[in-house]
């Protein structure tokens, strides 16, 4: 018994560890969490829905100048969407090429690249600046488009919804 004194101290910090290295064993490792975080569509459909939906009136504002409070705070809310979006970007659904794209270095870049962006026009839907949400409108286009280069070269939504973006001359 002189080896292993019988604290108050001595008992709760055994328990604790073997609570620790119990939960520890119990838990899934993050490569094991991330591997089982699924969305539950395609992430061809979270683009198509979620992405084109969010990110086209955000582009089109500079276009459309806002007119009035409703409208920025329209904006905002389409900003935040797209932001989180780019966040769901990285997690594979049920897409054939969903793993193939979120286990790519760059494919992860471009969803980061959307998210930054997106939260620049959060920014600029609350300060209703117009040069701003026209400049995030911007770097939208040319990440959304650079990534569909490297990615989706042949069909942007792969038609789930017909071709949804407007150009200037829809507006």
């Not at 806002?66 to 932001?83: G, K, Y």
């Not at 997106?118 to 920014?123: D, E, L, S």
């Amino acid at each position: 018994m002189k080896y292993f004194p019988r604290t108050k101290q001595f008992s709760q910090a055994l328990a604790f560890t073997i609570a620790g290295l119990t939960l520890a064993a119990c838990s899934p490792t993050s490569e094991q969490a991330a591997e089982e975080a699924r969305l539950p569509i395609s992430i061809n459909e979270v683009m198509a829905s979620l992405i084109n939906h969010s990110a086209d009136p955000i582009w089109v504002a500079a276009w459309r100048n806002p007119q009035n409070d409703d409208d920025w705070r329209e904006l905002e809310h389409l900003a935040r969407q797209l932001q989180v979006g780019g966040a769901l970007l990285t997690i594979p659904g049920t897409g054939p090429a969903d793993r193939i794209w979120t286990d790519d270095a760059e494919w992860r870049a471009y969803a980061q690249q959307l998210s930054d962006s997106a939260a620049r026009a959060v920014n600029a839907a609350r300060a209703k600046d117009v040069g701003l949400i026209s400049r995030a409108g911007d770097e939208i286009v040319d990440i959304c488009e650079s990534c569909h280069i490297d990615f989706k070269p042949a069909i942007p939504t792969m038609n789930i919804y017909g071709e949804l973006s407007p150009t200037a001359g829809d507006i």
